[in-house]
């Protein structure tokens, strides 16, 4: 069985949401753990976020890069943060992935500025 903690230190991380019927959607993700949470970094004008803001129960699991879940999952609430906070999982994602996670990082910014990407935070419930 997966930790909420060795799911959020692996490579990569399966972010379940949930549309309004209740149809769970897994998306892989980076992601890093900041203390006791989860910080992922996506596009803001996505369709996990707005599944979100309707609905913050969520489930991790841990994954290969092409989203094959590879554990258990575990349930947790997810929060849209707000642009300190996103700079902080930016700069989380940046120091776990390297320099492929920072050359991603900036090069989102190039093409979609600070506001075209947001940070979420996922906590164990």
Not at 49 to 65: D, E, F, G, L, Y
């Amino acid at each position: 069985m997966s930790s909420f903690q060795e799911i959020a230190d692996g490579k990569y991380v399966s972010l379940t949401t949930f549309k309004k019927d209740g149809t769970p959607v897994a998306t892989p993700l980076w992601g890093a753990r900041d203390g006791g949470r989860l910080l992922v970094w996506t596009t803001a004008d996505s369709w996990k976020v707005k599944r979100i803001k309707r609905n913050a129960a969520v489930t991790i699991a841990p994954c290969s890069a092409r989203g094959t879940v590879q554990g258990d999952a575990v349930d947790g609430r997810a929060e849209i943060l707000d642009s300190s906070g996103t700079e902080q999982a930016r700069a989380a994602i940046a120091k776990k992935y390297g320099i492929l996670g920072w050359l991603t990082i900036k090069g989102s910014n190039l093409r979609r500025g600070k506001t075209g990407t947001v940070g979420i935070s996922v906590t164990p419930t």
